[in-house]
């Protein structure tokens, strides 16, 4: 999605409708400043807004995303192509997260490496020691915690029995045995166990 044109438009369809930037903030009850940063491209409407904001402006939700009216022979290629490009775009952030959830866990290992180290090789009384360890032990127990979430939410499991891609639960992640980002888990779909694999695109 262009947020620019998307911006562009919002400001051509609010002065159609007659509205300044503080009526239309108004009849939405949010601040003039966030309808200019839409139209400024810096912002997208919240998906609560779009309906309101949309029937305000005499436009679909589909032209919104679009940045321009579409008209009804446009309409399945347009849709088409927007849908593309927000599995796209799903896709790429789902792809970052990933990459940064590998971040966490490094980092993570890191710290906990660095504090068993530091209690084995410095002089220091018993309880000392066991502290600076379990220091080291609590932000790798949050940052495992954070990356799984991320996993869990990031892109689809696919199981290997009937093919079905799905989002599991926090918990099904959490208890499933893994190699890597493989876990075995229950299928929604076929209810069979195997090694559903992480994949991206649906």
């Given at each position: 999605m262009d947020q620019v044109k998307i911006g562009r438009f919002i400001a051509e369809r609010r002065k159609l409708a007659g509205f300044t930037q503080v009526q239309l903030a108004e009849k939405l009850?949010?601040?003039?400043?966030?309808?200019?940063?839409w139209e400024t491209g810096r912002s997208m409407p919240d998906s609560a807004l779009m309906p309101e904001l949309c029937e305000l402006l005499h436009i679909t939700i589909?032209?919104?995303?679009?940045g321009e009216v579409i008209v009804m022979e446009d309409y399945k290629a347009k849709t088409e192509k927007l849908l593309i490009e927000m599995a796209r775009q799903?896709?790429?952030?789902?792809?970052?997260?990933?990459?940064?959830?590998?971040?966490?866990?490094?980092f993570a290992t890191l710290i906990v490496?660095?504090?068993?180290?530091?209690?084995?090789?410095?002089?220091?009384?018993?309880?000392?020691?066991?502290?600076?360890?379990?220091?080291?032990?609590?932000?790798?127990?949050?940052?495992c915690c954070i990356a799984l979430q991320i996993e869990q939410k990031a892109g689809y499991y696919e199981c290997?029995?009937?093919?079905?891609?799905?989002?599991?639960?926090y918990s099904s992640v959490f208890?499933?045995?893994?190699?890597?980002?493989?876990?075995?888990?229950?299928c929604p779909e076929c209810s069979k166990k195997?090694?559903?694999?992480?994949?991206?695109?649906?």
């Open positions: 009850n949010i601040t003039d400043r966030a309808v200019s940063k589909n032209d919104l995303f679009n799903k896709e790429e952030a789902d792809r970052k997260m990933l990459m940064f959830e590998i971040v966490i866990g490094v490496l660095g504090a068993t180290i530091a209690a084995s090789v410095f002089e220091m009384p018993e309880y000392a020691r066991l502290c600076v360890i379990g220091a080291g032990f609590v932000p790798f127990i949050i940052g290997a029995e009937c093919g079905h891609k799905y989002v599991p639960t208890f499933a045995p893994h190699v890597g980002r493989t876990r075995f888990m229950k195997s090694w559903n694999k992480k994949v991206l695109t649906k």
